[in-house]
């Protein structure tokens, strides 16, 4: 295994999973509040 | 509009920040398996060569047929479960069906490249294969027998396999090939999607019509797809377990590798 460190810090790694996660969190939810209508 | 500018900023984001990890890099802790298995190369074969090799066709198909099959049911699954149901599902709870296909869609890629890993890329495809051909006969008699919930987890299970199979193939591509061509190869490969986004639309859309133009009720004029879908997995099946290892003749030599850029 190489000993090779990035240059990656925490901040780096919650900005790049938030610009990911939090816009996928609010589709997922939106999607499943529409998807409740299927069982109604 | 809106979504173009949301693809476009997303897109350079990703292109401004991704780097191509260090040669030999592994993530902390990784252990590289101690014995070699027969369908992960430790060589490279070069884009051009990997055209001519029979694995990248049969692969191709998989790859076609698979997504052909999850396409058209992708594309008409409002439609296709409102008329199956007549009166049942309202336009809405379609509308909500679809959602929830999108997500299995998007976690089966998670699911099942995950699994891919622990089963190897053979094994996976073979089950979304053999799976599938079972869910889309089942389909039929979720329909005749009035179940909804069968029918809707039929086709979760199916998509969330249309997702991975997406997910899986460029793994398996690596497998095969190598690291050093695969994203070309990728590239290549993915004309199988295109391919699939013809047929499989074409398929269900015009299949259906002809029943429904011969007296077919519309409740029922989806079966005949899908068992014709079903047939194409059994081909898909086939293609699959006709992957064997690249013959060693077309792998990079040492000198060539390092031309490209291979330590």
């Given at each position: 295994m190489s000993s090779y460190q990035s240059g990656t810090t925490t901040l780096h790694l919650i900005l790049a999973w938030g610009l990911v996660g939090i816009p996928l969190a609010w589709g997922v939810i939106e999607t499943l509040t529409n998807a409740l209508k299927l069982f109604h | 509009?809106?979504?173009?500018?949301?693809?476009?900023?997303?897109?350079?984001?990703?292109?401004?920040?991704?780097?191509?990890?260090?040669?030999?890099w592994a993530p902390a802790g990784y252990v590289a398996p101690l014995q070699a298995r027969k369908l992960i190369t430790d060589q490279h074969v070069h884009v051009y060569q990997a055209v001519r090799t029979p694995q990248f066709w049969l692969i191709w198909w998989v790859l076609c047929l698979n997504v052909t099959a999850g396409i058209g049911v992708l594309g008409q699954a409002s439609p296709m479960i409102q008329e199956v149901f007549t009166g049942h599902i309202t336009p809405v709870a379609a509308a909500g069906f679809v959602g929830l296909?999108?997500?299995?869609?998007?976690?089966?890629?998670?699911?099942?490249?995950?699994?891919?890993?622990?089963?190897g890329r053979k094994t996976t495809y073979a089950v979304f294969f053999l799976l599938g051909i079972g869910l889309y006969s089942l389909v039929p008699l979720a329909g005749s027998i009035g179940s909804v919930a069968l029918f809707i987890l039929c086709f979760l299970v199916i998509i969330s396999m249309y997702g991975g199979s997406f997910a899986t193939v460029p793994a398996y591509l690596k497998d095969m090939f190598g690291t050093q061509y695969v994203g070309a190869i990728h590239g290549m490969l993915l004309t199988a999607w295109a391919a699939a986004g013809i047929f499989g639309p074409v398929l269900v859309n015009y299949i259906r019509q002809y029943q429904v133009e011969h007296g077919v009720p519309k409740a029922e004029a989806y079966n005949a797809t899908m068992y014709i879908m079903a047939g194409l997995l059994v081909i898909g099946f086939l293609c699959n377990i006709a992957v064997k290892a690249v013959d060693q003749r077309y792998h990079m030599k040492q000198g060539e590798a390092g031309a490209a850029g291979l330590a």
């Open positions: - | 509009m809106s979504l173009g500018v949301i693809y476009f900023v997303f897109m350079m984001i990703g292109s401004a920040i991704v780097r191509i990890p260090q040669e030999g296909m999108s997500l299995f869609n998007m976690g089966g890629r998670f699911f099942w490249a995950s699994m891919s890993d622990l089963l």
